[in-house]
């Protein structure tokens, strides 16, 4: 059976001995530094009775404070770039990078890099912003991030290390998703075949949660959560109308987890339609069918969509963004028009209210658990890229922070597997079928 290759890459032998004052006994009441022996499994699952044993690149590199680090701190300068859209707890994890470098390792000399992979671009003309323990103190309170983000630049993997280089940069923190790991991953390739000792070093951010090898990104369980207030407002509406229909749009062009994590938070959702899982309009078993069936049975349904459904009923589009993705077509004003034109061909008087919450639930600040886990991101991350690791992602598996190579985190997308216990949960809260297939 194939196995996945775990094995993280390093700049050199970690011969500096670390700022960070911690211990390597278990019985001093002081926190450990971590070792590069200290590994966990991937997968959890077992079978009785079957011996198993593990090559070391099997294995997954716990993250944490070594004993020893690569970089001399007083040479350190530091790179910070937020790419992509946005996502809550962008300046979180800025934060908690800057304040581990400066506080725990003496580093100060940190910029920030402007709107995405452009602001290494020359042409773009964008200054750096020099990023303190002063600048950063704030910056968690408010939603967004302090540098600015942009789509595109990626592609351009030569130009972007020939800036790495000039800029002298030791260290480089690449935070964003899919698109902008693939882009870091390139880097660190090009960067290691000149021979250049910088490290590469990336934060998980996609608010889709679809990035492989990532039990959750940051910003999800935000994004969930002010997902369940439009749901629960457009559950209002729908209950307190005549035939009253909810529909609620959320993120996931590909991936269908904050829909699914919308509908098990709120409870009041009827039908959960995701990428993952194709439905019908028509016909007997189709969602129009079903939809007015049940106004029929309770006077009222609700619906959340992820942008990505759906989209084999809409006419496809050879037009890309500036990250490479495929333009998608709007789902949620499709079923709107739909649903509003079946009902109105049937002679049922429906009232429907449409709500699309994606840029609200994108610009807003972290809740109190996604800030914990930002900052333990933005620590680890540090921590990682001082010990000379590079083309490394600082992910959690298992409930704990490791170090996951990029190509492998973006060789493929997490998706939902339509017969896991998860989309088992979401059919079985709506009570929707399980296939709305004729």
Same mark, same amino acid.
């Given at each position: 059976?194939?196995?996945?290759?775990? !094995?993280?890459?390093?700049?050199?032998?970690? !011969?500096?001995?670390?700022?960070?004052?911690?211990?390597?006994?278990?019985?001093?009441?002081?926190?450990?530094?971590?070792?590069?022996?200290?590994?966990?499994?991937?997968?959890?699952?077992?079978?009785?009775?079957?011996?198993?044993?593990?090559?070391?690149?099997?294995?997954?590199?716990?993250?944490?404070?070594?004993?020893?680090?690569?970089?001399?701190?007083?040479?350190?300068?530091?790179?910070?770039?937020?790419?992509?859209?946005?996502?809550?707890?962008?300046?979180?994890?800025?934060?908690?990078?800057?304040?581990?470098?400066?506080?725990?390792?003496?580093? #100060?000399?940190?910029?920030?890099?402007?709107?995405?992979?452009?602001?290494?671009?020359?042409?773009?003309?964008?200054?750096?912003?020099?990023?303190?323990?002063?600048?950063?103190?704030?910056?968690?309170?408010?939603? *967004?991030?302090?540098?600015?983000?942009?789509?595109?630049?990626?592609?351009?993997?030569?130009?972007?290390?020939?800036?790495?280089?000039?800029?002298?940069?030791?260290?480089?923190?690449?935070?964003?998703?899919?698109?902008?790991?693939?882009?870091?991953?390139?880097?660190?390739?090009?960067?290691?075949?000149?021979?250049?000792?910088?490290?590469?070093?990336?934060?998980?951010?996609?608010?889709?949660?679809?990035?492989?090898?990532?039990?959750?990104?940051?910003?999800?369980?935000?994004?969930?959560?002010?997902?369940?207030?439009?749901?629960?407002? %457009?559950?209002?509406?729908?209950?307190?109308?005549?035939?009253?229909?909810?529909?609620?749009?959320?993120?996931?062009?590909?991936?269908?987890?904050?829909?699914?994590?919308?509908?098990?938070?709120?409870?009041?959702?009827?039908?959960?339609?995701?990428?993952?899982?194709?439905?019908?309009?028509? *016909?007997?078993?189709?969602?129009?069918?079903?939809?007015?069936?049940?106004?029929?049975?309770?006077?009222?349904?609700?619906?959340?969509? %992820?942008?990505?459904?759906?989209?084999?009923?809409?006419?496809?589009?050879?037009?890309?963004?500036?990250?490479?993705?495929?333009?998608?077509?709007?789902?949620?004003?499709?079923?709107?028009?739909?649903?509003?034109?079946?009902?109105?061909?049937?002679?049922?008087?429906?009232?429907?209210?449409?709500?699309?919450?994606?840029?609200?639930? #994108?610009?807003?600040?972290?809740?109190?658990?996604?800030?914990?886990?930002?900052?333990?991101?933005?620590?680890?991350?540090?921590?990682?890229?001082?010990? *000379?690791?590079? *083309?490394?992602?600082?992910?959690?598996?298992?409930?704990?922070?490791?170090?996951?190579?990029?190509?492998?985190?973006?060789?493929?997308?997490?998706?939902?597997?339509?017969?896991?216990?998860?989309? #088992?949960?979401?059919?079985?809260?709506?009570?929707?079928?399980?296939?709305?297939?004729?």
């Amino acid at each position: 059976m194939p196995t996945n290759d775990f !094995s993280i890459p390093s700049l050199g032998k970690a !011969s500096v001995k670390s700022p960070v004052a911690l211990s390597k006994r278990n019985d001093d009441l002081i926190a450990n530094y971590v070792s590069d022996d200290e590994l966990i499994v991937y997968d959890v699952q077992a079978v009785p009775d079957t011996p198993v044993t593990y090559a070391r690149r099997e294995l997954i590199e716990k993250a944490g404070p070594r004993e020893f680090i690569y970089f001399d701190p007083s040479k350190v300068r530091a790179g910070i770039v937020t790419c992509g859209g946005l996502c809550p707890g962008l300046n979180d994890v800025i934060r908690a990078i800057v304040m581990t470098l400066w506080h725990q390792y003496g580093v #100060r000399s940190i910029a920030g890099i402007r709107f995405g992979y452009r602001g290494l671009l020359p042409q773009w003309g964008y200054e750096t912003m020099d990023l303190d323990h002063t600048t950063v103190s704030e910056i968690h309170r408010q939603g *967004g991030t302090i540098l600015g983000s942009s789509r595109g630049g990626g592609e351009n993997i030569e130009a972007l290390v020939d800036s790495i280089e000039r800029m002298n940069l030791s260290l480089f923190f690449t935070i964003g998703g899919d698109g902008t790991q693939r882009g870091a991953c390139r880097i660190a390739e090009e960067i290691e075949r000149r021979k250049l000792k910088t490290a590469v070093i990336g934060i998980p951010k996609t608010i889709d949660n679809d990035l492989s090898f990532v039990q959750k990104s940051f910003g999800f369980e935000t994004a969930v959560g002010k997902a369940v207030e439009a749901v629960a407002g %457009a559950h209002v509406e729908a209950h307190d109308a005549v035939n009253g229909i909810g529909i609620v749009k959320v993120m996931g062009r590909e991936s269908g987890f904050i829909a699914a994590h919308t509908a098990l938070g709120n409870n009041d959702v009827n039908y959960v339609l995701i990428p993952e899982v194709p439905f019908d309009l028509e *016909g007997e078993r189709g969602l129009l069918t079903n939809i007015r069936e049940r106004l029929a049975r309770r006077n009222h349904a609700l619906i959340v969509i %992820a942008e990505g459904a759906g989209q084999e009923h809409l006419a496809a589009s050879a037009q890309t963004d500036a990250s490479g993705n495929r333009k998608l077509g709007d789902i949620g004003i499709f079923l709107k028009e739909r649903i509003s034109a079946y009902f109105t061909k049937e002679g049922i008087e429906i009232n429907l209210k449409y709500i699309d919450p994606s840029y609200i639930i #994108r610009s807003t600040p972290a809740n109190p658990n996604d800030s914990i886990y930002c900052t333990r991101l933005g620590n680890n991350a540090a921590h990682a890229a001082m010990a *000379g690791k590079t *083309g490394a992602l600082v992910s959690l598996i298992n409930n704990t922070f490791v170090h996951v190579p990029m190509d492998l985190a973006v060789a493929k997308r997490n998706r939902i597997d339509p017969e896991s216990p998860l989309w #088992r949960d979401v059919i079985q809260a709506t009570g929707q079928p399980a296939l709305l297939k004729n």
